[in-house]
């Protein structure tokens, strides 16, 4: 019982750990709680189930379905991609030198907007991606893991990693963690700001997208209402981990996870939602700055 | 070379810059998967000519825009005499007296509607507008008023006015006990903390089924009576609602101009200098958020008595949205505006019945459009900097 919420925990961690780099990335740079990056995800999860369905009907995933998952994968990225750096270009770019809630109230309007865009092109009613995998698995130290879940755990896991080395050791990385540091500064050695902001939001969306598709694939549902849920979850996660944190956002995501999936099995189901608000503020009145992330004195005055 | 660095590259209309094609087309593909290649092509056609068109308008509007801003300068400073004003006061409130005597049922619906958003919107507005500390949560306060009254009249029996003092202090309190812990953030991360009470509300209330019927909601709630008069007739209940409205605009009106409106307004313009001269700024902050909390628990306990009927439903973050749209659309600060903005958003969707479909998409590119062209609001005041 206890390995088998330990599992499940993991998987929707996992999740919630690829959805929260968003957040930290774009908190990271430009100090905005980027309240669009859960629709992203929602729109990742649609994206995912459209791009699923055209290659169903040309009859590829009749053909080979690895290829198809992985085209659609690669394609419901691009697409997220494209559509966190549109939002960054309409609806924070001309805010940034704006006093800091802008932003925030931008984005949720951006927010508002998805949702509503989406619920009117794809309709109000749940959509339902294919049962791919199905029950099939293995027993691990006395839990079941599904194939589907071993799949998610494993791709989070792989693009934690490459996140982190991407961050660590790239060129565009290195000018990412200057400009998080001192925007200012970053420019004047040459850094072109406007590149970081863009590819920073590029990232995280396609992340996101990842994300999104990965939890289509698993509860097998999709609703346009998803993201808000979900965006409020990661950005716990981040929080948890503090915020700006990479390494902080994949713990806080993971902790996320197991705590949701006890306290859902030893506590109570219905407040399966409550809990993640519950450690976000018990997390900002004991620990602003979060388990990892530096106590720095700006960061929440 | 002066020249050269002086000249400033405006970012707002970037969109604007680059070519319309290009920017339609790219809308176009990202629109594609959602609705098909029909769709697509037609957004398509309908963007280019729109940016070409706009492109060739915006030198007009620009200059249209000055002129405007002449316009609203002059608007602004134009002083009223006391007479005119007086006048137009008085007229005002008696075609308000008068209202049910002409108007059928449905628009005094609306109106007693847009009476209780007034109060909730005014309340807000202490609290965004005058204080400047961004609450997502507000609906968590308007849905205590309205259970506590709900619970306490279904449950015990109890009447709407011993009942009311009672909703009301409650949210006070509740708004208390939130300021208490969540003031020592600031910004950003007390809007969050807001939403997240928001939720648990409404959480709470969905869940804990034998107290509040959970999703199901509660039925069955008396309306006020007052010396053998019942509320429930419409046309009272219009006057109950007035007479609340207008009791909350003089109210909030006295305390805006008063020493501690004085003060909120000192801690939203620069938090550091005015705990310099001396405000007690945590205090003021908590002030502000039991005394917006007060309205909100008025209000809801208005909707409660209205409706008869409550339900975890009327309470989403959505509502909380539309409340924070209606203090800055009208102007974040302004009494006058914030009573304007709230009108707008209650009868807006009412008239565009048709188009309710896309209510809350134009809501959201609202927002977006008023942070990015008019951060103060349609009719906003001075100088009101949402500050973190």
Not at chain 2, 24 to 51: E, M, N, Q
Not at chain 2, 205 to 211: F, G, K, Q, R
Not at chain 2, 344 to 372: D, T
Request: hydrophobic share 55%; aromatic share 12%.
């Amino acid at each position: 019982m206890l390995a088998q919420q330990i599992i499940n925990g993991l998987t929707l961690g996992g999740v919630y750990a690829i959805i929260a780099l968003g957040y930290t990335m774009v908190y990271g740079i430009l100090e905005l709680i980027n309240f669009a990056h859960g629709e992203i995800y929602m729109l990742g999860a649609y994206a995912g189930i459209i791009f699923f369905g055209l290659f169903t009907a040309i009859g590829l995933t009749s053909y080979s379905l690895p290829l198809s998952i992985v085209l659609t994968l690669i394609l419901s990225i691009i697409f997220c991609s494209s559509y966190g750096f549109t939002i960054e270009k309409i609806a924070y770019k001309p805010l940034r030198k704006a006093p800091r809630l802008s932003p925030l109230i931008s984005a949720i309007g951006v927010s508002i907007f998805l949702q509503n865009y989406v619920m009117l092109t794809q309709g109000a009613t749940d959509r339902v991606f294919p049962y791919l995998f199905g029950a099939a698995g293995f027993d691990f130290i006395g839990a079941r893991v599904t194939y589907l879940q071993s799949f998610i755990i494993a791709i989070s896991a792989l693009l934690m990693l490459s996140l982190h080395f991407f961050v660590a050791r790239t060129m565009i990385g290195k000018a990412m963690r200057a400009v998080a540091q001192d925007r200012v500064m970053a420019s004047l050695v040459g850094i072109n700001i406007d590149t970081v902001i863009s590819t920073t939001f590029v990232i995280g969306s396609g992340l996101a997208a990842v994300a999104g598709m990965m939890v289509a694939m698993y509860y097998g549902l999709v609703n346009y209402s998803i993201g808000y849920i979900a965006g409020i979850k990661a950005f716990t996660a981040a929080v948890l981990g503090g915020i700006g944190s990479i390494p902080g956002a994949m713990f806080g995501g993971i902790v996320l996870g197991l705590v949701e999936a006890m306290g859902a099995a030893y506590i109570s189901s219905e407040y399966k939602d409550a809990y993640a608000f519950v450690i976000l503020i018990i997390i900002l009145l004991i620990k602003p700055a979060g388990l990892f992330g530096k106590s720095t004195e700006d960061r929440y005055k | 070379m002066a020249g050269n660095e002086l000249r400033v590259t405006s970012s707002k209309n970037s969109i604007f810059k680059a070519r319309p094609i290009l920017v339609a087309l790219w809308f176009s593909i990202l629109f594609l998967p959602f609705k098909g290649a029909k769709a697509a092509l037609i957004l398509f056609v309908v963007l280019s000519t729109s940016i070409v068109l706009s492109r060739s308008l915006l030198s007009y509007a620009k200059s249209l825009r000055e002129k405007g801003q002449a316009v609203s300068n002059r608007i602004r400073t134009i002083k009223l005499s006391t007479r005119s004003l007086f006048v137009a006061r008085y007229s005002l409130l008696l075609i308000l007296i008068a209202l049910p005597f002409f108007v059928r049922d449905y628009l005094l619906d609306i109106a007693i509607l847009t009476g209780i958003y007034i109060i909730l919107a005014l309340g807000l507005n202490v609290v965004v507008g005058f204080t400047g500390l961004l609450n997502l949560g507000f609906v968590a306060f308007y849905a205590i008023g309205a259970y506590t009254y709900a619970l306490l009249n279904t449950a015990l029996g109890i009447g709407f006015w011993p009942s009311l003092p009672l909703s009301v202090g409650l949210t006070a309190l509740s708004g208390f006990v939130l300021a208490v812990p969540a003031l020592r953030l600031r910004g950003d991360y007390l809007a969050i903390v807001t939403l997240g009470f928001g939720e648990i509300v409404r959480l709470v209330l969905n869940n804990w089924d034998s107290l509040t019927k959970g999703p199901n909601g509660i039925s069955g709630i008396e309306p006020p009576y007052l010396m053998g008069i019942s509320f429930w007739r419409l046309s009272n209940y219009y006057y109950l609602i007035l007479i609340f409205a207008l009791l909350t605009i003089v109210i909030i009106k006295r305390v805006y101009s008063s020493r501690i409106g004085r003060a909120w307004i000192a801690i939203r313009e620069d938090e550091i200098a005015s705990s310099a001269i001396g405000i007690n700024t945590p205090m003021y902050k908590l002030y502000a958020f039991a005394f917006g909390a007060f309205w909100a628990g008025l209000a809801g306990a208005l909707f409660a008595g209205k409706m008869q009927f409550v339900s975890p439903e009327s309470f989403t973050f959505m509502e909380s949205v539309l409340i924070l749209c209606m203090v800055i659309l009208g102007g974040l600060g302004s009494i006058p505006g914030v009573i304007l903005g709230a009108i707008i958003l209650v009868i807006l969707p009412e008239v565009l019945r048709e188009f309710q479909l896309y209510r809350m998409l134009a809501l959201g590119s609202g927002l977006v459009l008023l942070m990015i062209f008019r951060p103060r609001g349609l009719f906003g005041g001075k100088s009101v900097s949402l500050r973190s």
